[in-house]
């Protein structure tokens, strides 16, 4: 498969470019940061995301949807990178619509038609402590009666706090550490025993901690086959590392395009500093490592929709090197734009924050390559 983007998927960039550019550039960004918005980001926004098919790009057309796959889906969270859109997108358009997806058809149609919609919102809730570790899930899913009773914490849930369906992975059989045992439930946040924190990270965008208390669900809140909830999440886990390391190419780009923009306008000593062949070499390395990341995450995204064997490999090899370069690129950005690549009012070091909560955003690059070590036997 070649990787670059067909004429369909150019014309949905161009779209998706257009209004995430026209309506929320980094001044949006700056202004939900600054006033402390309760939500963290703008229904109006979202409403028309949901109009342009946007919010159901991976909804089956059969929900209301536009039935497209991984890879739409990673050229509209490339756009997002560009701008830092703050917004539901990733959290409930590609991490729930996926793991809904691998449920019932009685889930998916009281589901995924609202999703399209733009009238539900929903969240992933997997990690309970402080690195992404998905094999170490302890939280309890006891039998009771026709149902479970969940209870433990969760931490890093992204989106939680405004959320109208919990996507929670929880272990109803085996013990921490092992594939086997896990369940995905769905659950309305407002059940009791259900306590929601909201946790601004470092970058500004939402997040959750969430704690079940011994909260009730029954059997048909269960998402494909009890015990055997490791595929599906897995499944989920990919497209979203996919879209993480797709999210992180348009912030390297977008760092890298302000950067050679100002090498090309700041003096020093009377010449322009783009003239400095060190700042050149700089320059040039780090775009060849946007290109080959871009190759990377292209690929990964394709082999998953074509549910290729590899493809868990691919996600492994381009969250990783999207993490690096990413790293790369605004540490280069903030060096070469000097001492006022450092202060707030400059959009670089926005860029650096959430680069670093993307590098750890369901696992950072030394992660994935311990996964990848494993997959290939080292």
């Not at 490339?78 to 590609?94: D, K, N, Q, Y």
């Not at 292209?298 to 493809?311: G, I, R, S």
């Not at 090899?317 to 950005?333: C, D, F, H, N, S």
């Not at 000097?338 to 670089?348: H, I, N, P, R």
Request: with cysteine; proline share 2%; hydrophobic share 45%.
């Amino acid at each position: 498969m070649p990787l670059i983007l067909n004429e369909e998927q150019t014309m949905l960039r161009d779209s998706a470019r257009g209004f995430i550019g026209d309506k929320a550039p980094i001044a949006h960004f700056r202004q939900l940061r600054d006033s402390k918005d309760a939500i963290g980001f703008s229904k109006e926004h979202w409403k028309t995301f949901a109009e342009m098919g946007f919010a159901g790009l991976l909804v089956p057309e059969a929900y209301g949807g536009s039935g497209l796959g991984a890879v739409e889906a990673g050229v509209i969270m490339e756009e997002i990178g560009r701008t830092l859109m703050p917004s539901p997108f990733f959290a409930t358009a590609v991490l729930a619509v996926t793991a809904l997806r691998g449920g019932s058809e009685a889930q998916q149609a009281a589901y995924l038609p609202k999703i399209a919609e733009g009238a539900l919102l929903a969240a992933l809730a997997v990690d309970e402590g402080t690195k992404h570790r998905p094999s170490n899930i302890a939280m309890k899913a006891e039998r009771s009666g026709n149902g479970f009773k969940l209870s433990g914490d969760k931490a890093f849930v992204v989106d939680g706090h405004m959320a109208d369906l919990l996507i929670v992975a929880a272990r109803s059989g085996g013990s921490a550490g092992e594939r086997e045992g896990l369940t995905l439930f769905a659950i309305d946040p407002k059940a009791k025993g259900i306590a929601i924190e909201r946790t601004v990270m470092v970058d500004a965008h939402n997040a959750a901690r969430i704690v079940f208390d011994n909260v009730a669900v029954d059997a048909d809140s269960v998402i494909g086959d009890v015990d055997q909830g490791g595929a599906l999440l897995d499944r989920v886990l990919n497209i979203g590392r996919g879209a993480v390391a797709a999210e992180m190419v348009g912030l390297s780009d977008e760092v890298f395009g302000r950067t050679v923009t100002y090498l090309k306008e700041r003096k020093q000593f009377g010449k322009l500093i783009g003239e400095f062949q060190a700042l050149q070499h700089r320059a040039a390395h780090l775009y060849t490592e946007i290109e080959v990341t871009r190759a990377a995450a292209m690929k990964a995204l394709q082999l998953l929709d074509a549910d290729a064997p590899t493809a868990a490999a691919a996600v492994a090899v381009a969250k990783a090197k999207a993490g690096t370069t990413a790293t790369l690129a605004v540490q280069e950005g903030v060096q070469m734009h000097g001492g006022m690549g450092m202060t707030d009012q400059f959009d670089v070091g926005l860029f650096m924050k959430r680069a670093r909560v993307c590098q750890e955003l369901l696992g950072d690059s030394n992660f994935h390559a311990d996964q990848l070590a494993r997959m290939k036997k080292y």
